[in-house]
């Protein structure tokens, strides 16, 4: 993490939005310090994407200040757009151009000299790993490629901020591990990146900081670390070989302990604080039902048991992405 005594990079007080009845953000504080990633983590309908929006100038606040580097998006917003790039959480992104005509015309407007563009282009298709799609229609790229493209292009004009609002939202396993890459990238080059998301393994990864944010608040702030270290107790984990097997081993579990079942990664997660017997009858019922324990282990608390002591709920029951029609998260009432 690359952090120093300077002016944050970004710094957020007291912001506040309310639309109709609904109080979106009610008194949001957070500093970004420059270099730093820091990820707003939530559920859907926390306030995540109403935040980045202020950031970027697209909504006013009801009350509170936001600066970039200094500079008040409020008082200056023509300047503090200058400070920042921003990718929504879904690609935006010409679909009837090629990827090569996209980055190009995002240089024409940015006011890049022509032989800068030339460069620009070639060095951001080499970067994103688009060189062989260069002078194909987007019309025609998978999701993945769409969003390596749209991250492309807000860095045409090399900004010092980026905002990432759910950049992995729709995408494929491989897919969302090559964008984290290219975010790690972008971090250790020197952008200061603000990252909303929902998914627990998206914060952990990537994040120097993590500040949890639940109906509009942040409720607490801290490394990953930090944060799960305000959680006691461990996780016996139980791994099979199959979703079908996890499927079945969870059904077994369900109503007598405590677990969480990950479909991902083919566990069955059960606090350590459940009696032997009960660990031992767990066994004996998947034994029975013919599924195989590939491995088990004991695993430490996760960002997931963290929103949960906070707010009392997991944020993975809310990843069914809620959107308006133009794409954009709906911020509601969670």
């Not at 606040?61 to 970039?68: E, L, V």
């Not at 993945?144 to 292009?153: P, T």
């Not at 004996?284 to 002591?309: E, N, Y």
């Amino acid at each position: 993490m690359k952090t120093n005594q300077q002016q944050p990079a970004i710094e957020v007080t007291g912001l506040r939005k309310t639309y109709g009845k609904h109080a979106v953000l009610d008194g949001v504080d957070f500093r970004v310090a420059r270099g730093e990633i820091y990820a707003l983590l939530g559920p859907n309908g926390a306030g995540k994407t109403t935040t980045v929006n202020i950031l970027s100038t697209l909504v006013r606040p009801d009350a509170g200040t936001a600066t970039i580097a200094g500079v008040d998006v409020l008082a200056r917003p023509a300047e503090a757009r200058r400070m920042f790039a921003l990718t929504g959480q879904y690609a935006s992104v010409d679909g009837f151009q090629t990827g090569a005509e996209n980055l190009a015309m995002m240089a024409v407007l940015n006011h890049l000299p022509a032989s800068e563009r030339r460069l620009r282009v070639a060095r951001l298709l080499e970067a994103f790993d688009l060189v062989d799609a260069a002078d194909k229609k987007v019309s025609g790229y998978s999701g993945g490629m769409r969003r390596r493209l749209d991250l492309a292009i807000s860095l045409v004009a090399t900004p010092p901020v980026l905002f990432l609002d759910e950049p992995t939202t729709g995408l494929d396993p491989r897919s969302r591990a090559q964008l984290w890459s290219l975010v790690e990238e972008l971090a250790a080059a020197g952008t200061t990146i603000l990252l909303t998301t929902q998914y627990l393994d998206e914060a952990e990864r990537l994040a120097d900081r993590v500040g949890v944010i639940d109906e509009g608040v942040v409720v607490a702030t801290g490394t990953p670390d930090e944060l799960k270290a305000q959680v006691s107790g461990d996780h016996i984990v139980f791994s099979f070989g199959t979703r079908e097997d996890v499927a079945e081993a969870g059904r077994l579990a369900a109503g007598g302990w405590d677990v969480e079942v990950d479909d991902d990664d083919l566990t069955v997660r059960m606090p350590t604080t459940d009696a032997v017997e009960d660990i031992r009858a767990y066994l004996a019922r998947t034994a029975a039902a013919g599924i195989q324990v590939t491995d088990i282990g004991i695993a430490g608390p996760t960002l997931d048991d963290v929103f949960l002591r906070l707010t009392g709920r997991a944020t993975s029951a809310s990843r069914a992405a809620d959107v308006t029609d133009n794409g954009n998260e709906k911020e509601k009432a969670a």
